[in-house]
């Protein structure tokens, strides 16, 4: 679990998440698919940390605390949201741009 997370946080350290130039609509696009497919990592190593807590609970141990997990969810979900917010926003700001004022869906 921790190597999986550990991983997963140097992908998210990538500076394709970091390089603004990557806004542009293709480049967006592989950044996107790039996050979905670390959804599923993080998803993952989540479940996996909540297992291992079900187990500690059921032998009547103490659970660990996963920090790093909790740590990488955030870090992963404020990445996500930016890149989908910028993704959003441009296609919204798009077909505003192209209708009447009077047909702007407020």
């Given at each position: 679990l ?6 997963q ?10 390089d603004?130039?990557?806004?542009a609509a ?8 790039l ?6 990592n993080?998803n993952?190593?989540?479940e996996e ?5 079900r187990?500690?609970?059921?032998l ?6 996963f920090?790093d997990v ?8 404020l990445r996500?949201k930016?890149?989908?917010?910028i ?6 700001s ?13």
């Amino acid at each position: 679990l921790r190597k999986n997370v550990s991983e997963q946080q140097q992908r998210l350290e990538a500076p394709d998440l970091s390089d603004t130039s990557k806004m542009a609509a293709e480049s967006r696009k592989e950044v996107l698919a790039l996050l979905d497919a670390m959804q599923e990592n993080v998803n993952l190593a989540v479940e996996e940390a909540a297992k291992f807590n079900r187990y500690q609970e059921v032998l009547k141990l103490e659970p660990t605390p996963f920090e790093d997990v909790e740590e990488l969810k955030a870090s992963f979900q404020l990445r996500a949201k930016l890149w989908r917010g910028i993704d959003a926003w441009e296609e919204l700001s798009s077909e505003w741009n192209n209708c009447s004022f009077g047909t702007v869906d407020v």
